[in-house]
């Protein structure tokens, strides 16, 4: 049964819901076991899940070893799965067969979809191609693509790691893909074993290394390096297996050993022995638009905002399996992530609405209402300031989670400018609440939180 069809009994409307966002988002997280789209071949892992710019949810699938078994790309349009793309078991030496489709992303300009593993897949909505990945030059190595990056520009990155040549100084690195044509990026300290790679909100790239190496920080071609050596947080056995920078441009580390952080030039690390972690094996963290964090684990899936963790695992949640992979937010605020039941595959899982849409609702023309809540969260007044560029009948209403609108703050026609206003609410007990400020044909809906 499909996905959103088999859930419809247990969360009425919800497929109304997909298909048009509502002010509604979750306050209690409930975690839902999304039923295993993998018909054909359901003992594969779900390696790598994505959303695209037209908000359908691409998945794919590795570990493929049964007897004529192939490698499938999906896709959820919010209806049904979609079987997009199918690609047969190969065979590279007699160590080593085919691993699959490791990581997908999507280019933010063209709308592309990326998959990487074995080869490079690209699909532009009615082609698919093929490329090779970037061979090192070693005669003794295979390599496939780990991770897919792109930047703000449309550049695609792929980190290349071996599984042949466990003791080979060089097993991981990563390349630029660049007119059809693999560019090594090259520096003077990345002769480590490359596993994960980012660029930030300056361009600068962040490297992360197995065992011994730490990370590489490189900046205008000069190499920082952050190990053991210099650094006491990064153990000496530190695997690190994804980095990410935050709306506050926080990089964080997640790793075997915990998760680091670099704020303000300094590092720090949360571990299960001063936080709330439950496990110090972190695979992957992401931001909603609130700036609540969601962090993958090997004993569940956390959430973490202003000092306060949440642990959702198989005792607590629909959760399957509590090896949480891959995790991300699409544009309508479900939570999805990639979850195995130890080392056997045990699908997906959902948490709907559990954060605000990450972007503005558009409805009609393209046009974001820039806004900006402050102090949010706030005891008693907020200021709700907006600037709209053209004409517009503006609103701005306050609802709770349940959808019931509670207060309005403005309702009258308004020129193009900049307008701040302010919302008192004394009067409304300590939780979570949401705005909607419409202009016309344009909506943008936010989270607004009293804390006293």
Not at 200 to 229: L, P
Request: with cysteine; proline share 5%; aromatic share 14%.
């Amino acid at each position: 049964m499909n996905t959103y069809r088999s859930l419809i009994a247990k969360i009425p409307l919800l497929f109304m819901l997909f298909l048009v966002p509502t002010i509604l988002f979750s306050q209690e997280e409930i975690w839902i076991n999304v039923d295993n789209p993998i018909t054909q071949y359901p003992f594969q892992n779900i390696s790598t899940i994505t959303e695209d710019l037209d908000g359908n949810i691409w998945l794919a699938t590795s570990d493929c070893n049964e007897p004529g078994c192939a490698y499938q790309i999906m896709r959820f349009d919010g209806k049904e799965w979609h079987t997009e793309k199918t690609i047969p078991i190969g065979f590279v030496s007699p160590f080593y067969t085919t691993v699959g489709v490791i990581s997908s992303v999507v280019n933010p300009i063209t709308g592309d979809m990326w998959f990487g593993g074995d080869y490079l897949w690209k699909y532009d909505g009615i082609n698919w191609t093929t490329y090779e990945m970037h061979h090192y030059p070693s005669w003794m190595d295979f390599y496939f693509i780990k991770e897919l990056t792109v930047d703000r520009w449309g550049m695609l990155y792929a980190t290349n790691f071996s599984v042949t040549c466990p003791c080979c100084s060089i097993r991981g690195f990563t390349s630029k893909f660049i007119d059809n044509k693999w560019q090594l990026l090259e520096s003077n300290c990345l002769s480590c074993r490359i596993s994960t790679f980012l660029i930030d909100h300056k361009n600068e790239y962040w490297f992360g290394c197995g065992k011994y190496c730490g990370i590489r920080h490189v900046v205008q071609n000069k190499c920082y390096q952050t190990s053991n050596e210099t650094n006491s947080l990064f153990d000496i056995k530190i695997n690190i297996s994804s980095i990410f920078e935050d709306k506050d441009s926080t990089i964080w580390v997640c790793s075997n050993k915990g998760l680091l952080y670099k704020k303000d030039n300094k590092w720090n690390i949360y571990t299960s022995a001063n936080s709330g972690l439950p496990s110090n094996n972190i695979s992957m963290i992401t931001e909603d638009k609130l700036g609540v964090k969601w962090i993958a684990t090997d004993s569940g899936i956390v959430k973490f905002y202003e000092r306060e963790w949440t642990v959702f695992n198989t005792s607590n949640s629909g959760l399957p399996g509590n090896k949480t992979g891959n995790v991300i937010i699409d544009s309508r605020g479900n939570i999805w992530t990639v979850v195995r039941d130890g080392w056997n595959p045990a699908g997906l899982a959902i948490c709907q609405y559990c954060a605000p849409p990450s972007d503005p609702l558009v409805v009609g023309n393209e046009y974001e209402i820039e806004t900006s809540i402050y102090p949010n969260p706030f005891s008693s007044i907020t200021t709700i300031a907006y600037q709209i560029t053209s004409e517009s009948h503006v609103t701005i209403k306050i609802y709770n989670t349940q959808g019931s609108e509670l207060a309005v703050v403005v309702d009258e026609p308004k020129s193009p400018g900049y307008y701040e206003n302010t919302f008192d609410g004394i009067q409304l007990p300590t939780g979570v609440y949401l705005y909607k400020i419409v202009a016309d044909d344009r909506v943008q809906i936010g989270k607004l939180v009293v804390a006293r």
